[in-house]
């Protein structure tokens, strides 16, 4: 008896070790956690994904390590053990820790940090931008492993322009977004990211996947009528700082009076952010291989240009490319001249595309275009936006000879190669001026040719008829110049178009100034263009 | 006499509105070549727009230079004539340009006369022999040596040579006929009074 009750304890004691084994061999996070951003400054959305039913995670946060700040019990919102907690009532532009744990198993879950959107009224932000991830997670790996090396202060906010993964299934999500690679996984931890739908999550215009991992609000999400669990609608807005982003989904309905249009247009017109990027995933001004997309030019292009969006944002074509239409040769069969950059940004990982720079055919509104690994910053800084596109390669890496897409980023010896490198592109500045040209009157010396130089040279006298003084910086901007007329001695480009730098004092009430201008022009034809005057 | 002194102020008016759509100006040229005597080079006159669309005209006349002219001129644009006879230059292309051939000596007179809208500039300009170089010059950006722009005021002289003395035409003859009319008119009151 006693023998066998020896038996019985020892028989019990193996089936709880077992068990408890059991238990936490197969209580654990599938997805490590990751943020987004739902557009509230005060809060940030930590979600992750166990591989069975946990009712004991927990999240805790603070300002250290310590984790001071709270800790709620988080349970699964849905059937594949996904978590979802919104941590709120946190201060803007602050940085938050926080830790994902099983209170039951005692495992730490993973642990981040994140710094809050700025509040409403900031005039500055900085975020990192990056797009077309699919299909290659090593590629992947090695551009987040360039975003993570730049600026700290880029590293709060991350915009993704489609394609996430190279179809809408849960394996394609868990494989390769949710790769186990060291820095998609330290991105992921500690950036929040919010984007796009692109059509390789599902171009027949419903999705399951996406909108389960990324559950942006929506604000008319639809269900399939034969399948709720496939969604559309995914248009949705946020502002993040001075920035306002709207996002269109090209796989549902759009066309000029559909409620997703109308959206669109009214989400446009109601903003009072100062900056407005649209964003869609297929471009409607590219570089290749994917052409334009027409029918988002004919949709959208009028809008852009009547509600003043600063620049439109896509991916699509594995590639970086600025585009931007500013004549009617350039726009083709499109009756609007948008004068706006229209980036894509789809060098994130997914197998590169080539680009049209030849500035014909299709492809004559081409400004800058490359096929390469790459990714982009953005400063926001009261009136003036700087876009920075790098490349994100090791040194010397030449995308038509390597057909293996992963090989910018892996050494022979399989691991990740730690010294890429992030390689400028190039760097754009938008500004937003004050347009003060009925105030002003311009008038012009004729302009006279000199052999010497080749060029025509005279100057431009701007006179401030109105009754007040015009203060601060004040630009002289040439549209319409003539064509195969280029202004020499420009400051710069203002939408494309040359602008002078006239005054860093203003202009008093009255009072005159003049500025030289000089104009290359082989084939000497008639110099004209009309001048709008900019106060910085 | 009331009816007179309207008239009188209409004249007026409009010779102060033709003085400031219209200017009219010249100016007597009087350039010292003589640092390049003996020396092949170019001499140069434009009258070219800006912005302006109002017609514009430049006529150069009373040409008198111990230099010598090789060969033709080359004519760009709206240019007739050839020197030592008049030279008369429009403004409706982009480049009205003379361009002649010349050995210098050591004086080269000629007078300008403009005529025409606000918004055209005249230019005189010399070259050395490649016919690129400015010489005769203080101009480093360009190369002129004198340059005439017309303004709403009349005209602007800009001399931009050490070797080029300029006479302008102290007034232009529709400022002289503004003062009168306006002199005429204070008479006038004068008398009423």
Redesign the interface.
């Known amino acids: 008896m006693k023998f066998a009750n020896k038996r019985t304890l020892r028989s019990l004691a193996l089936i709880l070790g077992i068990s408890a084994f059991s238990t936490s061999a197969f209580a654990a996070i599938s997805k490590k956690p990751y943020l987004i951003y739902e557009n509230v400054p005060t809060s940030m959305t930590v979600l992750w994904q166990d591989n069975a039913t946990e009712t004991t995670n927990t999240i805790s946060w603070g300002t250290d390590t310590g984790y001071g700040l709270g800790s709620v019990t988080v349970p699964e919102y849905e059937a594949t053990h996904l978590h979802k907690y919104r941590i709120g009532g946190l201060q803007p532009s602050t940085k938050y820790y926080y830790q994902v744990a099983d209170s039951g198993s005692g495992l730490v879950y993973g642990t981040g940090s994140f710094t809050t959107a700025p509040d409403q009224s900031a005039n500055s932000v900085r975020f990192l931008a990056f797009g077309d991830t699919r299909g290659t997670p090593f590629a992947l790996d090695g551009v987040m492993q360039e975003m993570l090396k730049t600026d700290p202060s880029f590293q709060t906010f991350a915009l993704q322009a489609g394609d996430w993964v190279a179809s809408d299934a849960e394996s394609n999500w868990t494989n390769e977004w949710f790769n186990a690679n060291p820095n998609t996984v330290a991105f992921l931890n500690n950036v929040p990211i919010n984007g796009v739908k692109g059509n390789h999550e599902d171009s027949s215009g419903y999705s399951k996947f996406f909108p389960k991992y990324y559950p942006f609000p929506y604000p008319f999400i639809a269900d399939k009528a034969t399948d709720p669990t496939y969604h559309n609608n995914f248009y949705w807005s946020f502002d993040y700082g001075p920035v306002h982003f709207t996002v269109v989904d090209q796989y549902s309905g759009y066309a000029a009076g559909s409620p997703q249009y109308n959206w669109v247009v009214n989400d446009l017109a109601t903003t009072t952010k100062p900056w407005k990027i649209l964003v869609y995933h297929e471009p409607a001004w590219t570089a290749g291989t994917h052409g334009n997309n027409t029918t988002t030019q004919t949709v959208f292009d009028p809008i852009i240009k009547k509600y003043k969006v600063d620049l439109v944002y896509s991916g699509h074509n594995h590639n970086y490319a600025r585009c931007q239409v500013d004549n009617y040769a350039q726009a083709g069969s499109d009756t609007i001249i948008p004068q706006v950059p229209y980036i894509t940004n789809g060098g994130g990982g997914a197998g590169l595309y080539a680009v049209d720079v030849s500035n014909t055919g299709a492809y004559k509104h081409v400004v800058k275009a490359i096929e390469e690994y790459q990714y982009m910053t953005f400063d926001v800084n009261g009136s003036t936006l700087t876009m920075n596109s790098y490349t994100a390669t090791k040194p010397g890496y030449l995308p038509n000879a390597n057909p293996n897409y992963a090989s910018p980023f892996r050494l022979a010896t399989g691991s990740l190669n730690t010294s890429t490198v992030s390689t400028p592109i190039e760097t754009v500045v938008l500004k937003h001026f004050n347009d003060v040209s009925s105030r002003v009157g311009v008038a012009s010396t004729g302009f006279l040719f000199s052999r010497a130089t080749q060029k025509y040279s005279g100057t431009v006298t701007l006179t401030n008829n109105g009754a007040t003084d015009l203060a601060g910086n004040l630009d002289l901007v040439l549209n319409d110049l003539t064509a195969g007329v280029t202004l020499a001695n420009a400051t710069g480009l203002y939408q494309a178009r040359p602008y002078l730098a006239v005054s860093t004092s203003g202009l008093a009430a009255g009072a005159s100034i003049s500025v030289p201008v000089q104009f290359s022009n082989p084939a000497n034809a008639k110099i004209t263009f009309t001048t709008a005057t900019f106060q910085e | 006499m009331k009816l007179l002194t309207i008239k009188l102020l209409v004249v007026a008016a409009l010779l102060f509105a033709a003085s400031s759509a219209f200017a009219s100006y010249g100016v007597d040229l009087n350039v010292d070549t003589s640092s390049l005597n003996g020396q092949s080079g170019y001499l140069?006159l434009?009258?070219?727009?800006?912005?302006?669309l109002g017609s514009?005209s430049a006529q150069v006349s009373n040409f008198a230079s111990d230099a010598t002219l090789v060969g033709a001129p080359v004519l760009?644009g709206d240019v007739n004539g050839a020197l030592p006879a008049a030279v008369s230059l429009n403004?409706t292309?982009?480049?009205n340009?003379y361009f002649q051939q010349v050995t210098f000596g050591n004086v080269l007179n000629l007078r300008v006369d403009l005529s025409g809208a606000?918004?055209?500039?005249?230019?005189l300009?010399f070259?050395g022999a490649n016919?690129?170089?400015?010489v005769l010059t203080n101009d480093a950006?360009?190369?002129?040596a004198t340059?005439i722009?017309?303004?709403?005021s009349g005209a602007a002289l800009n001399n931009l040579s050490s070797q080029v003395a300029a006479a302008p035409t102290p007034i232009p003859a529709a400022a002289w006929l503004l003062g009168s009319g306006i002199m005429g008119l204070a008479g006038l009151k004068r008398r009423k009074q």
């Open positions: 140069e434009q009258l070219n727009p800006g912005l302006s514009a760009t403004n292309l982009a480049w340009d606000a918004g055209n500039s005249f230019a300009s070259y016919g690129t170089t400015p950006v360009n190369g002129f340059t722009d017309l303004n709403d």
